[in-house]
């Protein structure tokens, strides 16, 4: 069974930075795209950012120049960099990845949620 573990949350303040890990467990065949979502309160998930197995990447304007995702294929790990945070940066932050695995085909997976708050 394939899980997504994310790390790296907590409370920051504003200008302030914090990078989020997603490693990805199990009996994994490969690992295609993988992304991070965030959801704030009242608001519906929206994407952040996402980086193909290649590594080509995909930014929400709102995080463009701030955010940098980036992963370690080897590791089955994906990362999310975030610089200049602003309060409005606050939310629950998701992993995503689509991921076939030895006993399944290639699926969405979605990690458990790691909560950011940018606040003074």
């Known amino acids: 069974q394939v899980q997504l573990v994310e790390s790296g949350g907590g409370l920051v303040q504003p200008g302030g930075s914090l990078r989020l890990s997603c490693t990805a467990s199990g009996i994994i065949i490969r690992v295609n795209s993988m992304g991070w979502y965030r959801q704030a309160p009242g608001k519906q998930r929206e994407l952040v950012a996402t980086i193909t197995s290649g590594g080509v990447t995909n930014y929400a304007d709102s995080v463009k120049g701030r955010f940098t995702i980036s992963r370690e294929n080897a590791k089955n790990t994906l990362y999310l960099q975030m610089n200049s945070l602003k309060p409005e940066d606050t939310a629950v932050y998701y992993c995503?990845?689509?991921?076939?695995?030895?006993?399944?085909?290639?699926?969405?997976?979605w990690g458990q949620g790691t909560q950011v708050t940018v606040s003074s």
């Open positions: 995503n990845g689509r991921i076939r695995a030895l006993t399944r085909p290639e699926s969405d997976y």
